[in-house]
C-alpha cells in the first residue's frame, strides 16, 4: 500500500515534458525517451456511409523507452456502437527499433506488433487489406478473435523545421488464411513557429504543431492494388503543454470503400525518468 | 508475393545504404562540418531566456544536479562547455540513443540554437 502510494506521490511530482507530433497514424523516427512513460488514450468516431451506424473506437496506450533506440507499447481497445453494445475488442503489443544511432537525412525504424483482437475492433489504428464495411453488430463480431502480426518500416526526415514520414505495412492473419495484406501511411508535420518566447504561456504558436496524414490500404497478396481499398487524408493539430499534448485530426475517406469521416482525438501524458524511479522505489540504483 | 518482398527489402537496403553513420562509433563527436557551424542566434542574446524555457522542460530532468535522476553531464562543465557551438548544436539534434541522449530534431532549428545560447551562458555564469 505504501508502495502504491509512493508511485502516485512520484506521478505527481516528477519533472515531465512533452513533445508531441500531431500524427495518429503515420509514425516518425523519434523514440520514447529511456526510462520515459507515456500514457495515451485515444478515440475514434466513425461515420459511416449507407446509413450504417457510427461507432466509437477507444485505445489506451503505455508506451515505455526501453533504451534509446527500442521503445515497447502495450495497448487496450475497446468499442461501442448506439444500440448496441459496448465491448473489448483486444490488446496490441507493439515494438519499435531504431538500428541506427543519430540523426540522418533519412531515419529508418523497423516496427513489429502483435495484435490479439476481434473483428468488433474500430480504432482504425492502421488501414490494410482491403476495405471493410459491415452492418453486423459489436455484439456478434467480438466473437469473431484474429491474431495478427503486424510489421512497418518506418522512414523519417527532419527538413528545415519540416518532418517527412513514411510508412509501408505489412500484416499476417495467423488465424485465417488472408495472405499478407499491406498499407502505408504518409504524413508532414511541422511547428506553428520556430522560436522559444522567455514567458510561460500556454496558447502561444510555439505550443502547436500542425500537418497532414494520407494512409490506406493497398489490398493483399491475393489483390495487391487499390481496389476496394480505403483511403484517408487527414489535416492535424496537436498542442503540446507541459506535460501533456491533445491532438485532433478529422480523417476523410477518399474512396467508395472508405468511412465518410473519421474524427480521431487524442490525450498524452508523459512521465520523464518513470523507470529510474520506479527502480529506485524497489531497492535498485 | 516475391516481388512485393523483393521491393521492401530494397527499401530497406536504399535506406540502411543510403545512412552510412556520420559519426565515429567509439566517441561522441560532430563531424568536422557540423562542428564549424555557427550559432545563428548569436546577436541575439535576449533569446537565451526561451532556451531556458526550452532547457526546463525537456533537458533539465538529466542534466539538473538538483534533479534526482540526473545522468547527463552538467552543461556548465568544462568538457561541455569545450564544444563549439556548432557542435552542441549537432549533439542536440543527434542525440546518442546508445547512451540514452535523446535526439531533439522534432524540435524547430531555432529551438536547438536558443538551447545552445542559453548553454553558453551557463558559463558565463561561472
Known sequence: MRRLLSLVLLLGTLPLAAQQNPYFVTY???????????????????????NLGNYLGQLMELEYGVTGWWSSSLYLEGATARNDATVFTGFRLENRFKPLKGEHKINPVLYFEYEN???ASRIRKEIVGHAETTSEKLSELRGETARELEAKLILSSNVKNWNIAENFIVEKNLTEDEGYEFGYALGVFRPLTTLATGGECRFCRENFAAGLELYGGL???EQFGFKETAHYLAPGIVWNVGNSAIKISP??????GSDRMLLKIGYTYEISGFGQKLAHMFGGR | ???????????????????APTQKQDKWEAPADAAAKKNPLQSKPELAAGGKKVFDRLCKVCHDSGSVQQKGPHLDSPDVQANSDGALFW???SGNSRSGMPNFSSLPDGQRWQLVLYIRSLAHKQ
Do not use: R, Y
Open chain 2, 91 to 93: 549533439k542536440i539534434s
Open chain 1, 219 to 221: 489490398g493483399s497478396t
Open chain 1, 117 to 119: 483482437i476481434n473483428e
Open chain 1, 251 to 256: 480523417a476523410f475517406g477518399l474512396t467508395s
Open chain 2, 1 to 19: 508475393m516475391h516481388k512485393l518482398s523483393i521491393v521492401l527489402l530494397m527499401l530497406a537496403a536504399f535506406a540502411f545504404a543510403q545512412n
Open chain 1, 28 to 50: 516518425d523516427h523519434h523514440m520514447e525517451e529511456l526510462g520515459n512513460l507515456e500514457i495515451s488514450s485515444q478515440s475514434t468516431v466513425g461515420f459511416q456511409k449507407q
